[in-house]
Each structure stands twice: as structure tokens, then as C-alpha cells.
């Protein structure tokens, strides 16, 4: 089954229609990579991240911490753009940050050029977001799930319908499997319901919490080259968070590594690698670059973290 996506645009930009292709029954092997040419620079970025800081107040002694610490990125359309982090670094508030679920104590965010406080509407018209722990109906099934969703979202019934199963049946998940409660599926499989909710609504900004986390081998690769098809074939930007250096080499056209809430360095991973080697003389690998600029494992986790970010 082929499946359409319609991206909900910018008011500046075009409308094309693409096609995702159709389902597979095997475990996707890893497409040769290569590195997409970067973007032209807009006269709008997808996303700007403009000096953000957030703190918490945390513990019995009301100890404040700063999660996020005086972040600038610019993220250009079309870009998939990774941000990785040790535990408790501070990736997993910015992306709530963005998507509006917290509030900015200082800076500014706008999504196509719309301020997410002053704009908000908008601009959740714009993005949807896929976090490593999904919140659903554990009692509903995934269709019933996807389905009011999708209302939610101002979409019909029976467009909501035809797009569940297809982009589930894309994700490995049957048709048949579609009636049973999610609270009796796996974990990978519960997963794949929340990527699949996220692009019901076909975001143009699509934020990645660390969507593989968790899931098997087979369900990483199938997950992650239907993030490559979006990513080749919607006109979509992408923001993804991740522990998988690898995952990050074979997604991202450009990455940020953040240490204690700030950004420490950036660049595209062939970048890096030559400026780990060059500067530093250590291997070219982003497990270099990571340690390099952290001082930690990706494991590690921070001292100052708040309640539930990674």
C-alpha cells in the first residue's frame, strides 16, 4: 500500500505531494551512505534557537539548575539535524522546549519564523514530536490510538483510517495486529504506534526524542530507513536525539553535542571527525569527538539533571 504525505506548510512555501514506498517483509539493510549536499541558506530557518536557557528548581533544599544553558542553533529547512548528550545533558529539555510542553526562562524559538510564545498555535500546527517513553490508551489499540489522534488533528475518519494502516503496515506492524490493546504489545512495538501517530499529522518539523531506544535490532533499522524516506522524500525538517553514534552518522547532515546544558561543539560528522583528528590527535571516529568534548561516556549522567530528562 502507498502511502501520501501532505505536509502542513509554511505560509511562503509550496505543497508537493510524495509518495512513501510500500511496505517491506525483511529487515532493511543500511542504504550506502551518503552525506546530502547542506541546505542553501533561508532567509527563515526551520527552527532557531536563540540563546535558550531553562532552569529547575529541584530537591528539599529548592536547588535551582540550569538544564539549559544560553543554547543558539539554527536549523535550515530540510536539514536532519542530530543533537546528542550523555544522560541528564539537557537534549531531551530542549526538544520540550521547542515543542512547547515547557516554557523558555530566557531566549527565543521560532519554528519558520513563528515565536513559539507568542505564536503557539501556529506553530504546533507545524511540528509533532516522538519521545522515548509515548504516552497512549494502554487499554485501546494501536488503530483506536491513531485514530483519535488524528481528530484531534482536524482529520476525517476515513483518511485517518486508510493512513493508520498504511504507515503501521510500514513500520511492520499487520493489519491484523491493529485490534489487540497496546498495554499487550512490546515495547518496540509500542514505539512504532508513536512514530506512526506523529506522522499522521505530517509535520514539517518533526522532533526525534530518541526513537530507537529500546527497540530491537530489527525494529531500529526498519524505523530508522523510514526516517531516511521522510527525510528523502517529504518535505520535512527533522531534529533528532539520540545515544546511537552510528544511528546519528547515518541519519544526521549536521550535529550538536551538548555537555552540562550547552552546546560544545557542532558541525557535520566528516567535520568533526577531521577536527577531533586534527586538533587533537585522536581517532576520527564520533566516539572521539563525543569523549573529547564531554570528558564522559554517553551513559554517564550529569549531577544536575532535572526529574525525567535525558
Not at 180 to 206: F, N, W
Amino acid at each position: 500500500m502507498a502511502l501520501t504525505l501532505e505536509p502542513h506548510q509554511p505560509e511562503t512555501a509550496s505543497q508537493p505531494s510524495e509518495t512513501l514506498v510500500a511496505p517491506v517483509d525483511r529487515v532493511p539493510a543500511p542504504a550506502p551512505h551518503v552525506r546530502r549536499p547542506a541546505p542553501p541558506r533561508g532567509a527563515v530557518p526551520a527552527l532557531l534557537i536563540d540563546h535558550v536557557t531553562k532552569r529547575f528548581i529541584v530537591g528539599r533544599k529548592k536547588k535551582s539548575v540550569v538544564a539549559v544553558d544560553d543554547v543558539s542553533i539554527r536549523i535550515e529547512r530540510g536539514e536532519t539535524y542530530g543533537v546528542l548528550g550523555a544522560n541528564g545533558g539537557g537534549k531531551s529539555t530542549l526538544i520540550r522546549l521547542v515543542s512547547t510542553l515547557l516554557t523558555i526562562d530566557s531566549g527565543r524559538v521560532e519554528v519558520f519564523g513563528h515565536d513559539i510564545e507568542r505564536e503557539e498555535m501556529a506553530v504546533k500546527r507545524l511540528i509533532n514530536r516522538v519521545s522515548v517513553d509515548a504516552a497512549f490508551f494502554k487499554k485501546l489499540s494501536p488503530f483506536e490510538n491513531l485514530i483519535y489522534a488524528a481528530r484531534l488533528y482536524g482529520l476525517d475518519a476515513g483518511t485517518a483510517r486508510r493512513e493508520s494502516v498504511a504507515i503501521l503496515a510500514r513500520l511492520g506492524i499487520a493489519e491484523s495486529r491493529l485490534s489487540r490493546p497496546l498495554e499487550q504489545m512490546s515495547r518496540g512495538m509500542q514505539q512504532k504506534v508513536a512514530i506512526a501517530r506523529a506522522l499522521l499529522t505530517s509535520p514539517t518539523l518533526l522532533l526525534l526524542d530518541e526513537p530507537t531506544t529500546g527497540l530491537d535490532p530489527r525494529s531500529k533499522l526498519e524505523v530508522q530507513t523510514f526516517i531516511e524516506e521522510i527525510r528523502d522524500s517529504h518535505d520535512a525538517t527533522i531534529v533528532l536525539t539520540t545515544h546511537d553514534l552510528a544511528e546519528a552518522d547515518r541519519l544526521c547532515d549536521r550535529l550538536a553535542i551538548l555537555n552540562e546544558g550547552r552546546v560544545v561543539v557542532e558541525g557535520t560528522p566528516e567535520e568533526l571527525v577531521a577536527r577531533v583528528a586534527r586538533e587533537h590527535g585522536q581517532p576520527p571516529t564520533l566516539e572521539s569527538v563525543f569523549m573529547t568534548w564531554t570528558g564522559r561516556s554517553l551513559d554517564d549522567d550529569t549531577e544536575e539533571d532535572d526529574d525525567d530528562d535525558d
